[in-house]
Nanobody
Framework: QLHLEESGGGSVQPGGSLRLSCVAS????????MGWFRQAPGKEREGVAS????????YYDDSVRGRFTISRDTGAKAIFLQMNNLGPEDTAVYYC??????????????????WGQGTQVTVSS
């Protein structure tokens, strides 16, 4: 089974930046639409961004569009999430996931079947 591991989380002040990484156990990550999700305490997991296997398309939730950038490095078997201008509302555990099927732009947890363990992002002053 494909294994995913996130890193790069931490604590930052409002307005700060973080870059999350998700490294896969093998290059099957390069054959999957990949996504980033987050889950804040007491809230449901929500889709943040997704990236297809190829092409220039990128998909973002409205709450992060213009601040977050998803990218992929096939040689490194990894995806990344650059997060800028962070606010307290971005505080959550962030997960990367591989999509099982369907259009990559549909960033719904139910459509993704392989998950990492998550990395905590805390934004506070």
């Amino acid at each position: 089974q494909l294994h995913l591991e996130e890193s790069g989380g931490g604590s930052v002040q409002p307005g700060g930046s973080l870059r999350l990484s998700c490294v896969a156990s093998d290059n099957r990550i390069n054959t999957r639409c990949m996504g980033w999700f987050r889950q804040a305490p007491g809230k449901e997991r929500e889709g943040v961004a997704s990236i297809p296997t190829e092409g220039s398309a990128r998909y973002y939730d409205d709450s992060v569009r213009g601040r977050f950038t998803i990218s992929r490095d096939t040689g490194a078997k990894a995806i990344f999430l650059q997060m800028n201008n962070l606010g307290p509302e971005d505080t959550a555990v962030y997960y990367c996931a591989a999509k099982q099927s369907g259009h990559c732009g549909a960033i719904r947890p139910a459509n993704f079947n392989i998950w990492g363990q998550g990395t905590q992002v805390t934004v506070s002053s």
